[in-house]
């Protein structure tokens, strides 16, 4: 089994080789995952730094000392995958962020669609958007990654189509049979750049969306014959993608 993730905000200075986890993680560390001498763990920033260390003690319920040699950087990943993921209801959110995270999925960006029931607006969209990225950053440790998506503030229809605008292949995911759609399984791939992929709520893209995605170069795509839910079609189509591009290779 692989070594467990913890999050550290900064390697900082380090007394010889040795490295104390306190906090939050520390406590979890010690007092939930029970980590004891001589057993391996890794840290990171959750932004692509790391390093491998071995548990030296457990102080209290909070502090694991380790020992941390080396620390070493993981690149980004290309091409650069981000899911613009419409707002659904209720927690479907969360489970969107949690399996896109464990998937592989670089970037994740709420959408305000048009047909979308849940809508952010003050405190409320505030602690959703909170929520979003702690479900990042656990989803994150829990998959053994070192470089966690970054999930951007709620964009509007206006603000994806320009982000549409700058991707090396600009897909939004639209479920219509009829539609002049092309399946997801077919389409060119970029081999670097950037992939930018729009899911929409599950009322579906408006046409309005859909042409001022189309201005912006955003092509609709299929993903097959079913029709997923808003908070699963994200996961699906970047398993899709990251098995065609390489990268799960």
Same mark, same amino acid.
Do not use: C
């Given at each position: 089994?692989?070594?467990?993730?913890?999050?550290? &905000? &900064?390697?900082?200075?380090? &007394?010889?080789?040795?490295f104390v986890l306190d906090g939050p993680e520390g406590r979890h560390a010690v007092s939930v995952k029970?980590?004891? !001498? #001589? %057993? &391996?763990?890794?840290?990171?920033?959750?932004a692509g730094r790391w390093a491998d260390c071995v548990v030296l003690a457990a102080e209290g319920k909070d502090r694991l000392v380790v020992q941390l040699d080396a620390i070493a950087e993981e690149p980004p990943e290309s091409p650069h995958i981000t899911v613009v993921q419409a707002l659904p209801k209720g927690d479907r959110g969360e489970l969107a962020v949690e399996t896109m995270t464990e998937t592989g999925v670089d970037a994740i960006v709420p959408w305000a669609a048009a047909r979308c029931v849940?809508? /952010?607006?003050?405190?409320?969209?505030?602690?959703?958007? +909170?929520? /979003?990225? +702690?479900? +990042?950053? %656990?989803? #994150?440790?829990?998959s053994r990654r070192v470089r966690f998506p970054e999930v951007a503030d709620a964009m509007t229809t206006k603000q994806v189509a320009a982000l549409l605008a700058t991707a090396d292949l600009a897909a939004v995911l639209h479920e219509d049979r009829e539609a002049d759609s =092309? *399946?997801?399984?077919? *389409? @060119?791939? !970029? *081999? +670097?750049?950037?992939?930018?992929?729009?899911? #929409? !709520? =599950?009322?579906?893209?408006?046409? =309005? @969306?859909l042409a001022v995605f189309a201005e912006a170069g955003g092509r609709p795509y299929r993903l097959g014959p079913t029709v997923l839910r808003t908070s699963t079609a994200g996961t699906a189509a970047a398993a899709l993608?990251?098995?065609?591009t390489g990268r799960w290779s």
């Open positions: 089994m692989t070594a467990p993730v913890f999050v550290v &905000d &900064d390697f900082g200075p380090r &007394d010889g080789h040795r029970r980590m004891r !001498p #001589g %057993e &391996d763990v890794v840290l990171t920033d959750g849940t809508q /952010w607006r003050g405190d409320r969209g505030a602690k959703a958007l +909170a929520k /979003w990225r +702690a479900t +990042a950053r %656990e989803a #994150g440790k829990q =092309e *399946a997801l399984a077919t *389409a @060119e791939l !970029p *081999a +670097a750049g950037s992939i930018v992929l729009v899911v #929409g !709520p =599950e009322g579906g893209v408006s046409p =309005e @969306e993608l990251l098995g065609r």
